[in-house]
């Protein structure tokens, strides 16, 4: 089991960002992810979970107040992260192979070791069969696996996460976030993750942050005490079913306040 | 391959009925030759006259094909420009507009009279015929590109290069594709049209334009006919080549190219 440490690994400090002179999406956010945390942001559509992801890569500059990540502007830490998007957004004119060795050809990382690399990691996300596949050719499920292992192949310590498996059956969600846990547990990257299932939230996160909408911001945080290594067995126990309907519970006092 | 002879004994079936009606229509309505030929005196003319046909139908296809090549090169070049920002497609949309509204066979004569009458001057005017849907499509598929993808290049801190040619030049080909296959049609039209103007160096040899004028002229209806058909057959082949690579190129990842279920 892995145990967060005391180092900050992003700090929000008053962070606030509108587009434009419209309203703004978040305001006044302060939040401090340690290493090795896993923490999932959950709140009704409008609450700028995606905006905070955004913040933290660097993709979007906030409107007031300071972001660091690793001691570093989120622009020059972007190489220590991953991005996981809601749709697999893999290319499709690559096969698997190709798509999953993408973030090493473009930081220019030869293509033996390229190799050896990607063949690991598409064992690793149980892909080795349809390494050369196109992305047309594979399951919802599986394409999100190749993203996954596209993610990891830069060996991030901070993985991002865009609601990556909204559009799967709930039986693959599943298996996913068991295996995701898994890959956790071998790599150790910090992860923030941001989904509208509760239960996920729960199942993967050592915190869960739970946003309110209008302007976007921290309504409560809610610490998940259950030991790792979590497993499937883990959804059938008390504490769990305790937690998810604690978390439901707040979650419904920011949508009818 | 049942489904495919069926296929196509429909469609000769259609070819032999159209012959009969057209013969039918010679005998009921008494026309005169020069006005219709028989679908014989068709066959016979392009039996006997098949090398003059043929070299017609080769100059044409030079031409058409020059100005198609040129159209494709310039319009990638010319997509990649307009692809930079949206200030310079604002600033140069109304000029690809122009190029596309432009009535060919007004600007042919004028075109002629500035380069000389010439298998340049025609591969010039089919050059210009073919631009606008070249740059057009291009330009689309270079802009469309989903922005999480280009999120995802960012987070890699992609060079511009990379991006060119890792994400947006691919992610272009199946609309320059399109562009190619709208663009390969017209070139032969244009072609054709700059030919009626230009004239030949040569009285009586010249491409598949000049020769219908002078078949005309001349009340040589049968073998006007048979260039009528050769332009339909080079403008068919310039298709069939166009959807030979386009399917070589993309039907291993592209859903437009995938091969469709029989029914």
Not at chain 1, 92 to 117: C, F, M, Q, Y
Request: glycine share 8%; net charge neutral; aromatic share 8%.
């Amino acid at each position: 089991m892995m145990v967060a440490s005391n180092v900050p690994q992003i700090q929000f400090d008053g962070v606030s960002k509108s587009y434009g002179a419209g309203r703004a999406v978040l305001e006044a956010i302060d939040l401090k992810i340690l290493k090795g945390e896993f923490v999932s942001l959950i709140g009704p559509s409008g609450c700028g979970k995606s905006t905070v992801l955004k913040l933290i890569a660097g993709l979007t500059p906030p409107s007031a107040g300071t972001i660091q990540v690793d001691g570093m502007t989120p622009e020059h830490a972007r190489e220590t992260m991953s991005f996981i998007f809601q749709d697999a957004t893999l290319l499709p004119w690559r096969t698997v192979t190709d798509n999953v060795g993408l973030g090493l050809e473009l930081e220019h990382i030869v293509s033996k070791r390229r190799a050896e690399k990607v063949a690991s990691l598409l064992e690793l996300v149980g892909l080795g069969q349809v390494a050369d596949a196109y992305p047309r050719e594979l399951s919802g499920g599986m394409k999100m696996r190749a993203s996954i292992a596209r993610a990891l192949a830069t060996n991030p310590r901070l993985l991002l996460m865009d609601e990556p498996f909204a559009a799967l059956d709930e039986m693959t969600r599943d298996r996913l976030n068991e295996e995701l846990l898994r890959l956790r547990a071998e790599q150790h990257w910090t992860a923030v993750f941001v989904t509208h299932s509760v239960a996920e939230a729960v199942f993967l996160s050592t915190r869960v942050v739970v946003l309110a909408p209008n302007p976007g911001r921290i309504h409560a945080v809610v610490p998940v005490d259950l030991p790792f290594p979590r497993t499937a067995k883990l959804r059938e126990c008390p504490e769990f079913e305790g937690l998810v309907a604690g978390a439901s519970h707040v979650l419904r006092q920011v949508l009818a306040p | 391959m049942r489904q495919r002879l069926i296929t196509v004994a429909n469609a000769l079936a259609v070819f032999l009925a159209l012959l009969v009606v057209w013969q039918l229509i010679l005998w009921v309505f008494h026309v005169p030759r020069y006005m219709l030929p028989s679908p014989w005196a068709v066959a016979r003319a392009v039996g006997e006259r098949f090398p003059s046909l043929l070299t017609s139908t080769a100059i044409t296809a030079e031409e058409s094909l020059g100005g198609l090549l040129a159209s494709i090169v310039v319009g990638v070049i010319a997509a990649l420009i307009f692809a930079q920002s949206r200030w310079v497609r604002k600033m140069l949309y109304p000029y690809t507009i122009l190029l596309q509204t432009v009535p060919i066979v007004a600007i042919a004569p004028l075109i002629l009279m500035w380069v000389g009458a010439g298998i340049g001057a025609v591969a010039l005017i089919a050059f210009i015929i073919s631009l606008a849907p070249i740059i057009a499509n291009t330009t689309q598929g270079l802009i469309s590109v989903d922005e999480n993808l280009v999120h995802l290049f960012l987070m890699h801190n992609a060079s511009s290069a990379q991006k060119l040619f890792k994400l947006r030049l691919p992610h272009a080909v199946p609309s320059l594709f399109v562009g190619i296959r709208i663009a390969s049609g017209i070139s032969v039209i244009g072609a054709i049209t700059g030919e009626l103007y230009a004239g030949s160096s040569q009285v009586g040899v010249g491409g598949l334009g000049y020769s219908i004028l002078y078949a005309s002229s001349q009340l040589q209806t049968d073998y006007l006919f048979a260039l009528v058909l050769a332009a339909t057959v080079l403008g068919f082949s310039f298709f069939f080549v166009v959807m030979f690579w386009e399917w070589y190129f993309l039907h291993r990842w592209h859903e437009s190219v995938r091969t469709p279920e029989t029914e």
